[in-house]
């Protein structure tokens, strides 16, 4: 279980967290190159990824309130002092990307843009709070406040960076496959 937990953390870090630059990449090179990249191939590549990820990531919740109910919070963060917070972010990272299976929402770029922020928003959360507690120690120097948005700038630079570099590689891909059934045709 630990090996599958480092696995999916992995996922989540280098692939999740950057679908949101991912997708306004794709939305972007959509805008300003009209059909010419394969973008509703890339999309729907994006759509299963977040669909698939979101059944393996209910599954692995299940079976670890299941089989390790001990270790488990769900309790207490389900009906603690912060309920809101926690079923939204619930919510959005499980029942709303499965809203991708409808025909007349899986093709819609911006329904996707809109889907990975929600399945992400947990992570803004947590980030949003650790900006603003960070504003309001009273304990520290004016220095460590300084670091502290560096790089918190500088790992959202590095985010962004990411998706579009992801974006730039997917368009790739297509692009060589496009390529090399047009060769074999010929």
Known sequence: MEKFDEILKII??????????L?????LIESIFKNRFKTKQVLNLVRWIII???IVS??????????FSEESAFL????????????LMFISATILPLTLFYKKLMAKAFY????????????YF???????????????TDNEL??????????????????????????GIFELIERRKQIKEV
């Open 23 to 27: 997708l306004f990449a794709i939305i």
């Open 112 to 123: 996707l843009l809109f889907i990975a922020i929600f399945i992400n928003i947990g992570m």
């Open 146 to 171: 300084f670091d502290l948005s560096v790089y918190l700038i500088i790992g959202y630079l590095m985010l962004i960076l990411q998706g579009f570099i992801l974006a730039i590689i997917l368009l």
């Open 126 to 140: 947590e980030r949003f709070v650790i900006i603003v507690t960070s504003f309001h120690r009273d304990y520290s």
């Open 58 to 67: 209910i599954i692995h919740y299940l079976i670890r309130i299941i089989v």
């Open 76 to 87: 207490n963060r389900a009906t603690g002092p912060y309920w809101w917070a926690y079923w």
């Open 52 to 54: 698939s990820y979101t």
């Open 12 to 21: 989540d870090l280098n692939l999740i967290t950057s679908l949101v630059p």
